[in-house]
């Protein structure tokens, strides 16, 4: 028989969703015995060299998941901190559109401004979000800012949560001096220090009615070591909260249909990814984007006309190579001029639709299935064509375009970017579209035929079971999300709280 062991509580997961609501639910009920379950090795600040060869093993998949369709690649976290320990740290309140139409269509009344407002500023104060000086802006910052602003684009300053950052430049390797204001700084030392246990290497199969069926794996060279020995137990719990990231969360439940008897047929759906495409330009001189902290401004000029946010960017050079097409003499030619790129992140704001998903397939491993519909194409090239007049605006050379009828485009094309960067040149098989904010799969709502959760969180059907993470999302959020996660895990730890 598997052992077991037994506590008030089962955290699944210790990213944002899962921490902050541990960090909230022990803030005043110290006698509660909680354990989070972690699949991800437990790697600390010093563990992080931010070299990509190594770092990569922080994520899923090495930091693609890649769609069904072979279209999007999925990065998230998969190690203590979870997505937090890699994230960049740009830091947006929901829009309070998004806000009203998740009160008036999904009843998530709670969601008052007043609500809103409070509680975020709060949570900000707790984990340093501030706007970067001036001063910080590094060329391609500052580039992004001139070609912008040439064409009348107000640009906007990003706010980032950081503590005495070292502008080491590649926060999504893990952040070398702890600066970055993740779960792995604030909230998981608080709560160990309150008599959390966190299990890592603990891999969730399968969860029932107050029990979680895992398996611990060895933990991997260079992290620390695990409390137990590899092997399936079962953890036994008077309330479990699934804040596995959205591709687990949902696909934790679908491998429980049959024990919880779900017959919801939500779980999974109305997936949304803020799809992105990283797109670079080269500069007649350098501009060492990885020189200083990557991202200190943006334009959101496009989101309420042609629903996308442009935001500076810089990503080490396996990514950059993955972001650019071709490949042999001529793909090595691109990396040479490393040093000149600038590089801008388009986000397109999708819609939540029934058909796209998570699934599992026959071994109960997740299934990104997602296709990017007409609207979502038609936004993205927009936003190529408008981040193309930036780069050329700031003093690029050329643009490596994903979407054009030749590529590179040179700058004497200017005048002919609407007809040269069109839908008919764009091969979702051959273009390097990303996401790293994932969001949706189990839905919150008051009604239960389109809804997945409750208002508290608890899983339609089930006694004991929770969610409290970004598959909570009815809609996409439209802005980079781990903000709006925390507030909705501080909303289901308080009252879970007070349900004790
Ligand atoms: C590279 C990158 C950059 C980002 N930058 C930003 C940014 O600048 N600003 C922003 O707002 N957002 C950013 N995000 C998105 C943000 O990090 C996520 O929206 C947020 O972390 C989601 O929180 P979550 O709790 O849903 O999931 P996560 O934080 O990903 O936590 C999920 C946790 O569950 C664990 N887990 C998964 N499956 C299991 C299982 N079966 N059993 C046990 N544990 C499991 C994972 O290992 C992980 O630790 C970024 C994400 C990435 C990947």
């Given at each position: 028989m598997k052992k077991s062991f037994e506590f008030d509580v089962i955290v699944v997961g210790s990213g944002v969703g899962g921490a902050t609501f541990t960090d909230y639910v022990t803030r005043n009920n110290p006698d509660l015995k909680i354990a989070i379950l972690e699949s991800g090795p437990h790697r600390v600040k010093e563990n992080f060299n931010q070299k990509e060869i190594d770092m990569t093993a922080m994520y899923f998949n090495r930091g693609a998941v890649l769609s069904k369709n072979l279209q999007v690649g999925v990065a998230a976290g998969n190690t203590l901190g979870g997505s937090s320990a890699v994230y960049t740290g740009v830091s947006f309140r929901p829009p309070k559109k998004v806000m009203k139409n998740w009160r008036d269509d999904f009843g998530m009344d709670f969601l008052s401004e007043e609500y809103v407002t409070r509680s975020l500023d709060e949570i900000e104060k707790e984990i340093s979000v501030h706007e970067l000086p001036k001063?910080?802006?590094?060329d391609n910052n500052k580039l992004f800012r001139k070609g912008a602003e040439k064409l009348g684009i107000p640009v906007k300053r990003l706010k980032i949560n950081t503590k005495e950052c070292q502008q080491q430049g590649f926060c999504n390797l893990g952040c070398t001096t702890g600066a970055k204001q993740g779960t792995l700084e604030v909230q998981i030392p608080k709560i160990l220090k309150r008599g959390v246990k966190i299990f890592c290497n603990t891999k969730v199969v399968s969860v029932e009615e107050n029990k979680v069926n895992v398996t611990v794996q060895d933990a991997p060279d260079g992290t620390l070591s695990n409390s137990m020995e590899s092997g399936d137990y079962q953890f036994k719990a008077k309330k479990i909260i699934l804040a596995a990231g959205v591709l687990n969360t949902p696909a934790i439940l679908l491998r429980s249909v049959s024990q919880l008897k779900l017959k919801n047929k939500n779980i999974g759906r109305y997936l949304t990814l803020h799809p992105a495409f990283n797109v670079n330009g080269i500069h007649s001189k350098d501009v060492f984007g990885f020189k200083g902290f990557p991202k200190t401004v943006y334009a959101d000029h496009f989101s309420a006309s042609d629903h996308f946010y442009l935001e500076t960017s810089f990503y080490f050079p396996g990514v950059t190579a993955k972001n650019n097409q071709g490949y042999g003499e001529s793909h090595q030619d691109i990396m040479k001029s490393y040093s000149k790129m600038m590089s801008i992140l388009i986000l397109a704001h999708d819609q939540a639709e029934f058909k796209n998903r998570i699934n599992i397939d026959e071994n109960g491993n997740t299934i990104v299935d997602y296709c990017i519909n007409p609207q979502t194409k038609e936004i993205l090239i927009k936003a190529l064509q408008e981040a193309v007049k930036i780069f050329f605006a700031a003093g690029c050379e050329k643009v490596l375009v994903p979407a054009s009828k030749k590529n590179p485009l040179i700058k004497k094309d200017t005048e002919f970017i609407n007809d040269l960067i069109s839908e008919k040149y764009l091969n979702l098989f051959k273009t390097p579209l990303s996401s790293a904010h994932p969001q949706g799969g189990a839905r919150m709502g008051t009604d239960p035929l389109k809804a997945v959760c409750d208002t508290n969180g608890k899983v339609y059907g089930t006694n004991s079971i929770y969610v409290c993470d970004a598959s909570l999302f009815p809609t996409s959020v439209q802005v980079n999300p781990y903000e709006t996660v925390m507030l909705l895990a501080k909303w289901i730890g308080e009252n879970v709280m007070n349900k004790f």
């Open positions: 001063s910080w802006d590094n």
